[in-house]
């Protein structure tokens, strides 16, 4: 995909600027030329602002699937203590993947997953 991208031309100001929300390997950003500059951001604070308005008043909870995504994200979101932070793990075999909380209790509570890496819609 960077090389493809890499093909877009030149804008009138200089290199086109493609943002990157959460790119998965910060090694990734050296795939593109030098046509294509990559800006990279976070939705974090996006679903932050989203938890703390649209879903102020109800009792979320932050659940993470693997130890990566609760690395990745988890002390952001633990510097709110309102949410409760629910961290599982995961067990792959062959292509069957178990799921299993480690810390943290969902029930009762609106749960919103984050992960640092989605392979399927």
């Not at 593109?32 to 703390?52: H, W």
């Not at 995504?69 to 792959?92: D, T, Y």
């Amino acid at each position: 995909v960077a090389r493809l991208l890499s093909c877009t031309p030149m804008s009138a100001c200089g290199p086109t600027k493609l943002a990157i929300f959460d790119i998965h390997c910060i090694m990734e950003r050296f795939y593109f030329e030098n046509t294509c500059l990559p800006v990279l951001v976070s939705a974090t604070p996006l679903i932050t602002d989203l938890l703390l308005t649209d879903f102020k008043n109800d009792n979320v909870a932050i659940c993470f699937p693997d130890q990566g995504a609760f690395l990745r994200f988890g002390e952001h979101f633990a510097q709110h203590p309102q949410w409760e932070l629910i961290v599982c793990s995961k067990e792959r075999d062959g292509d069957r993947r178990t799921v299993t909380i480690k810390e943290g209790d969902p029930k009762g509570k609106h749960v919103f997953i984050i992960d640092d890496l989605v392979r399927t819609g």
